[in-house]
């Protein structure tokens, strides 16, 4: 089937080039071209649509997300109550609201099996395109380590997704070949505390350097790279020295820290939206009290770590913790990223090309004629006013894989 998508406009990320009367043909899931009206061949036997008014662009893609987490603040009651097939349940909905909002590829930072790739892969319900992580690690008493005060552990391992905990350096490897025989994509580090951890700090780092580099080694073993949760100045530079892919959140970076990410080429996800929701669940009354305190203390330390690495020329990959915030809300990140120094064609391909070599995704992130058919239509130039991919309402077209699933 071949499917001809016409626009007012077609922008480019990769160029920053935006290509009046323009139209995207796509044959089989597959882009065949993409370009101007005038001068391109259109199958007499396509089926067309009629973007006018929109600006097409490839679909975008988040870099860290949680699409078993409800997004709607933190509620301990109500986990307990949440049997884990309703908890995995959540991905049916949060799947669907993300790639509705123009998301069409994802990377999951923690908690999504791998079923729920293969059930999107598969049809069963609409979602974007999914690398997931299962399980993020993290050390007795940190990030990721449900077992609270009073004894109870929330952390239920399903036989697909194993127990997150992990101290010392034979432990790891063995929990790395347990997620990844679970089917995951990435793995996941804490190397660092976080905000929402009841029991732990953003700014103590967490595992041991020779933690880290026994996991990075033995994902390598089986072509994985891994993903860390560093907020710690120190949990950033431990994961640096150890070799992991990609730094998550970043609230501490120094000098230090950006020369080392410069020289590996590391990309940098701030998900700058992450403590605003925390900060406005907490507002709606939907975050306990140690949460609120953490977010309100970490703020202005992150968004000047983040305008530090901008400034440096670290690598940006868009990426925005949703699940703390609701599904669907993830274009947010754009004007946050924007306030902090970054032009609007470098947030779009932050979301885009970058995210896409950053997260080794093949055949998204662009339009180029052998690239997956996922492309968004938006209501205006989002170039001239980012904020339209902050509203899903403004994305007026989602196209995956040749395949429309959302349109006006
Ligand atoms: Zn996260």
């Given amino acids: 089937m071949i499917l001809a998508v016409f626009g007012d406009a077609l922008l480019d990320p990769a160029s920053g080039e935006t290509t009046r009367d323009a139209v995207v043909l796509i044959e089989d899931g597959k882009v065949t071209r993409a370009g101007k009206r005038n001068g391109t061949q259109v199958p007499r036997d ?35 109550t949440t049997p ?21 590829s994802v990377r999951d930072a923690a908690g999504t099996p791998a079923g729920v790739r293969m059930a999107i ?29 009073c004894g109870a552990d929330l952390d239920i391992p399903l036989p697909d997704r194993p127990y997150m905990v992990v101290d010392g350096v034979e432990n790891m490897r063995l929990r790395v070949r347990e997620v990844i025989r679970a089917g995951a994509d990435w ?34 073993t089986q072509g994985r790279r891994v993903m860390a949760h560093a907020q710690a100045n120190a949990g950033i530079k431990n994961a640096l020295k150890a070799g992991v892919a990609t730094i998550e959140h970043g609230i501490w970076l120094d000098g230090d820290a950006i020369e080392m990410m410069l020289d590996g ?11 605003h929701w925390v900060i406005r669940h907490a507002e709606a009354g939907k975050m306990p009290a140690y949460a609120i305190g953490k977010a309100r203390a970490v703020i202005d330390d ?10 440096s020329g670290v690598k940006i990959a868009f990426g925005t913790d949703t699940g703390v915030g609701p599904h669907g809300s993830n274009g947010e990140e754009f004007s946050l990223m924007h306030e902090l120094g970054m032009k609007p064609i470098d947030c779009i391909r932050a979301a885009t090309t970058v995210a896409a070599e950053t997260i080794g995704m093949k055949g998204v992130g662009n339009l180029d ?25 403004s994305v007026e077209l989602v196209i995956k894989g040749g395949a429309v699933v959302k349109s006006r």
Avoid at 128 to 146: E, I, K, M, Y
């Fill in 46 to 80: 396509a089926e067309t649509i009629d973007a006018h008014g929109l600006t097409l662009l490839p679909g975008l893609i988040d870099c860290h997300v949680h699409l078993t987490n409800l997004g709607e603040g933190l509620d301990f009651a109500r986990e307990l």
């Fill in 302 to 311: 992150h968004k000047a770590s983040i305008r530090l690495a901008i400034e």
């Fill in 84 to 104: 884990p097939t309703l908890e995995l349940m959540r991905a049916v909905r949060a799947a669907r609201q993300t790639l509705e909002a123009g998301f069409t």
């Fill in 187 to 220: 793995i996941k580090l804490c190397t660092s505390g976080g905000v929402l951890s009841p029991g732990d700090q953003p700014h103590h780092s967490a595992l041991t350097l020779e933690e880290i580099k026994a996991a990075v080694d033995e994902a390598a």
């Fill in 369 to 393: 004629a052998g690239a997956w058919g996922d492309l968004i239509g938006v209501a205006g130039d989002p170039l001239a006013e980012l904020s339209l991919l902050a509203k899903p309402a």
């Fill in 121 to 149: 892969d598969a049809g069963y319900f609409p979602g974007p395109r999914t690398f997931v992580t299962v399980s993020a690690l993290s050390q007795t008493g940190g990030h990721t380590d449900s077992h609270f005060m």
């Fill in 265 to 275: 080429g590391n990309a940098l996800i701030p998900t700058l939206v992450a403590p």
